[in-house]
Nanobody, 118 residues
Framework: QVQLVESGGGLVQAGGSLRLSCAAS????????MGWFRQAPGKEREFVAAITWGGGDTYYADSVKGRFTISRDNAKNTVYLRMNSLKPEDTAVYYC???????????WGQGTQVTVSS
């Protein structure tokens, strides 16, 4: 079992920046990859970015590539999502997830709201 707690969401103007954090605890040895997902009102949850604990390999959705950066601090069991050049369409609840590979995620955080005003 892995517990995940997100923080750092809030209200920001278009063009601004935010950094989200996700602190992991519990049986973290079972976690190979960490991912960020988001869900906007009336839409399905979508993938944003992912990173591996071991090698730090990253992958991004096309919609955020070049604007968002995912990183991790292994000593703190924490992953981050730095979001730059935010757009109103980035408004969503952002969720952190833990999995054993790139495509399968077993544990999820409670989510943190990001609102971008125009």
């Amino acid at each position: 079992q892995v517990q995940l707690v997100e923080s750092g969401g809030g209200l920001v103007q278009a063009g601004g920046s935010l950094r989200l954090s996700c602190a992991a605890s519990g049986r973290t040895a079972s976690s190979k990859a960490m991912g960020w997902f988001r869900q906007a009102p009336g839409k399905e949850r979508e993938f944003v970015a992912a990173i591996t604990w071991g090698g730090g390999d990253t992958y991004y959705a096309d919609s955020v590539k070049g604007r968002f950066t995912i990183s991790r601090d292994n000593a703190k069991n924490t992953v981050y999502l730095r979001m730059n050049s935010l757009k109103p369409e980035d408004t969503a609840v952002y969720y952190c997830a833990s999995g054993r590979d790139w495509v399968g995620y077993d544990y999820w955080g409670q989510g943190t709201q990001v609102t971008v005003s125009s």
